[in-house]
């Protein structure tokens, strides 16, 4: 048994990855010296060396079955080769497959021979592999019904509101009372237990999430928009009997796109939002959890249904505060809140602040009872339990009083109504009041999902993308997403690549194993 097998057969995983690194850079680049794209990739190859996916190999095997035939090719290289495809910037599948062929560093980084790399077939069969999905290949070919780009806009800053008023509560109340079921099987469940696995947790282990234990979260979605035609593609004969506007069903490239509402774009976008959970309190603003939806899905239900299936997939992580915009602002969010011991920071939707149908609020007395224009205290007239409030009513009407000189002082014949709120108002009276420092300090973290939402769009162009389909979108949001933690990393070790390349170029020797790139100096 030779001593270079021995070493090798001491070796995990990754240190073989590593020291394959290291063999090959010398053999293509060093050797002849040819330094330069060693430099210019110098963050890139650091990246990838701090980039451990032992622990995908598992994984990824119950994706494949016994081979019979062909070898498959190595499905964490095929993982790997997707996330550098992604930290170098590409965003076609095709042109990195021309790429690895061209430049032999991207083949290596990626875990391949220069000469021996996979097609682009193969890399979008292992996407479907990791998608696992109910198969219906007639899911595209299905006849749908044209749905036209809205007419209404909304304010900058506007959120569309809710579709179904009452969803919040039914989601409430059904999570509540399954709150002990597990979560059912979801086509992204490989992806998501791979991001998991291989990044969330070892990021948590580094401390750059914050507390694991008291994890402070921000949710907030962004829309993106699809590379498909919302027009579709007609089969109906509507064209040749003149009739150029029809609405007829017809097959759309991307069927479970639809039309929302981009408040900070003021405009329509036909596609899917992304909703994502961020770790506050951390430096780097890494997202922890996410989750696509219908474009006009409201940011509300998605809150109620990321913040679920994250507590249930992730019982080493523990949400102490959760911070949220105006669109959080609903009682049911806040009841779930509290139930799971999640201190909120939401922002209070003022949208009908300061507007009056009559006079402005009457005054309220010592006891907590509003006084009316004619300086008598308002009737009692029972407790709102749906927005949890105090209801008080005209004293005249309710017969209280039998005359009064500003009768007029309401059109209805029901009375002037006031609304109160009691102290036990959980929503007004947080647990950090609202209107100090702390909180003020607090929510202002919540600022990191957008610029968690800006490296997804401007940094790796995520919408530059022009996927067609929720499995694709998946696909490359998880890459990016899986990109961000690897990018804080290199931060965090506080690692300089040319340093590493420069010793590398001086003092190499192919028979020499890299040690661990998270302590080289």
Not at 333 to 349: K, Q, R, S, T, V
Request: with cysteine; aromatic share 12%; proline share 6%.
């Amino acid at each position: 048994m030779s001593k270079s097998y021995e070493q090798k057969k001491n070796l995990n995983p990754h240190q073989l990855f590593q020291q394959f690194v290291k063999n090959k850079l010398y053999e293509y680049y060093i050797q002849i010296n040819s330094y330069l794209s060693l430099v210019l990739n110098a963050h890139l190859i650091v990246k990838v060396l701090l980039l451990d996916l032992t622990k995908a190999e598992p994984i990824l095997r119950n994706c494949y079955s016994t081979p019979r035939g062909i070898k498959p090719r190595n499905p964490v290289c095929m993982l790997r080769s997707l996330i550098v495809m992604t930290l170098s910037g590409t965003n076609s599948i095709t042109q990195w497959v021309d790429k690895m062929r061209s430049y032999p560093l991207f083949a290596i980084l990626s875990g391949f021979e220069s000469n021996d790399t996979p097609g682009v077939g193969t890399f979008y069969e292992f996407i479907e592999r990791l998608w696992k999905d109910t198969p219906n290949k007639s899911h595209k070919k299905k006849l749908r019904i044209f749905k036209r780009k809205p007419r209404k806009k909304y304010k900058k800053g506007e959120k569309q509101p809710l579709k179904h008023p009452g969803i919040t509560r039914k989601l409430v109340n059904r999570i509540i009372h399954d709150e002990q079921i597990p979560l059912s099987q979801r086509p992204q469940d490989t992806w998501n237990t791979l991001f998991k696995e291989c990044f969330v947790l070892p990021s948590a282990d580094l401390g750059i999430l914050g507390n694991p234990k008291k994890l402070s979260v921000s949710g907030d979605g962004t829309p993106l928009e699809t590379g498909a035609s919302h027009f579709g593609h007609k089969v109906c004969n509507c064209k040749s009997k003149g009739i150029y506007d029809c609405t007829c069903p017809r097959y759309f490239s991307d069927p479970d796109a639809s039309w929302g509402w981009d408040s900070y774009r003021e405009k329509y976008v036909y596609g899917r939002t992304l909703y994502e959970l961020v770790a506050a309190d951390s430096p780097y603003d890494l997202p922890v959890y996410f989750k696509l939806a219908q474009c006009q899905r409201h940011d509300s239900v998605l809150t109620i249904t990321a913040l679920n299936e994250f507590r249930k997939f992730y019982p080493e992580l523990s949400i102490s505060e959760f911070l949220g915009d105006s669109a959080n602002d609903s009682y049911p969010i806040y009841e779930l809140l509290f139930h799971w011991i999640i201190e909120p920071f939401i922002a209070l939707n003022e949208k009908n602040k300061g507007h009056f149908t009559y006079d402005p609020q009457p005054k309220i007395n010592e006891n907590g009872i509003p006084i009316c224009k004619n300086k008598t205290e308002m009737t009692f007239w029972g407790f709102c339990p749906d927005r949890h409030r105090l209801k008080w009513r005209c004293p005249l009407i309710c017969g209280k009083i039998s005359k009064c000189k500003f009768f007029n002082c309401s059109k209805s014949d029901y009375g002037r109504v006031i609304y109160t709120k009691p102290k036990t108002d959980f929503r007004l009276f947080t647990p950090t009041p609202r209107d100090s420092s702390k909180w003020k300090k607090k929510y202002s973290k919540r600022t990191s999902s957008e610029r968690s939402n800006k490296r997804k769009k401007i940094d790796y162009n995520l919408e530059h993308c022009r996927v067609r389909s929720t499995k694709h979108w998946f696909t490359r949001t998880m890459l990016i997403v899986m990109c961000q933690h690897v990018d804080a990393w290199l931060i965090h070790s506080k690692i300089n690549p040319v340093q590493i390349i420069n010793k590398w170029t001086n003092h190499s020797s192919k028979n020499i194993l890299l040690t661990p790139i998270s302590v080289v100096t």
